[in-house]
């Protein structure tokens, strides 16, 4: 019996030891994957994003040299007085254009609104409503009640695709202008006359006045406030990032297609378009021209599309996440999404290919 009671002692020790040699490699393996992944953006790491994208000549599809704009490397930190607005320009059918600066709001009439938020203020001639989850300020030429179904259920859509990326919206709310006129809106957002709508993404408002466009202006201006703010802010999202997902939701949830995107899609097909390694450091479309900026705009589109029709389960997502906590681009791809897109050069050879042939995103024109 004593033997045995040893030999119980002596098993039991072996086991407990085995469980603890397994657990610490267990432990130690995590902590080396943790501090594998766990990346500080440094100001000089940020800086070399900056860099001047050239022109290359071994390719028919180089980026051209009017669209190759760059921030200055000393304005790659964020300032507190940088404006956080946007214009949404209707004369190029819905393309929306980054602005530098901008005009402050100007002093408009209001009253309060006694019954719903005594901090907030409806203009002269509006009708207001508090949705579940936006406020809207209509005009009272404008059913408010159908105003309120269509954006909802434009919510509900844009959801589908950005709810991993704006939880806040279960408790934060959108404020919503909307005009009858052109004149209206431009009165209350100080906005030129050009523009077709704009959004000011501190303050989580959108102004716009009731066109044939509005409802896509719409649907790419809450795209840039719920995914963006992912990011940080507009200043901080990927340009090419932020601009083909509202694009995509333009087309995809709004079902608004205007046709100078279809135009493009089918340059690109031809062959033409930019190298996406010059296209994703570009920061800045200011001074380019319009058939630059449509063309790159119809790309990033095609891109983000892409990327969301080839995902497995939440790649897209993770693919967000590792560039906005300091992942180059090819290492967050490749971590995201796996073999075969290894690299931005092998993501290239293959979103090429479907553009012409459509098989992953069933877009052919």
Request: aromatic fraction near 12%; charged fraction near 30%; include cysteine.
């Amino acid at each position: 019996m004593d033997i045995i009671y040893r030999l119980r002692i002596l098993f039991w020790f072996l086991i407990v030891l085995i469980w603890g040699v397994y657990l610490y490699q267990y432990i130690s393996e995590d902590m080396k994957e943790s501090q594998k992944n766990k990346i500080i953006l440094t100001k000089e790491k940020k800086q070399s994003y900056n860099l001047k994208t050239e022109k290359k000549n071994d390719t028919s599809y180089s980026i051209p040299q009017t669209v190759i704009i760059t921030t200055d490397s000393n304005t790659a930190e964020t300032k507190e007085d940088t404006p956080k607005e946007r214009i949404m320009i209707s004369k190029t059918q819905g393309i929306s254009l980054p602005q530098e600066h901008y005009k402050t709001e100007p002093e408009i009439e209001t009253k309060p609104i006694k019954e719903k938020k005594p901090s907030l203020t409806v203009p002269e001639g509006f009708k207001f409503k508090e949705t579940r989850h936006f406020y809207l300020y209509v005009d009272s030429k404008i059913d408010i009640e159908e105003i309120e179904k269509e954006i909802e259920m434009l919510h509900g859509e844009i959801m589908i695709d950005l709810i991993a990326f704006s939880p806040w919206t279960r408790d934060d709310k959108v404020h919503i202008y909307l005009t009858s006129t052109p004149e209206k809106y431009q009165q209350l957002s100080g906005r030129p006359a050009w523009s077709g709508g704009a959004a000011n993404l501190r303050e989580k408002k959108i102004y716009l006045y009731k066109s044939d466009e509005w409802f896509g202006i719409l649907a790419h201006e809450l795209t840039h406030i719920y995914f963006d703010s992912f990011f940080g802010g507009y200043d901080k999202s990927p340009l090419w990032l932020s601009e083909g997902v509202a694009v995509y939701i333009q087309v995809e949830r709004a079902k608004t297609y205007p046709n100078w995107l279809k135009e493009n899609i089918g340059h690109i097909k031809n062959g033409s378009g930019y190298n996406i390694s010059d296209l994703i450091k570009i920061k800045s479309l200011e001074d380019a021209d319009e058939r630059s900026v449509k063309l790159w705009y119809a790309q990033s589109y095609s891109l983000v599309n892409f990327l969301l029709k080839v995902q497995r389960g939440d790649s897209f997502y993770q693919f967000c996440k590792r560039i906005r906590d300091g992942d180059s681009p090819s290492k967050a791809l490749f971590n995201a999404y796996g073999k075969p897109y290894t690299t931005i050069s092998a993501l290239e050879s293959i979103w090429r290919m479907d553009v012409k042939t459509g098989n992953i995103t069933g877009v052919t024109n």
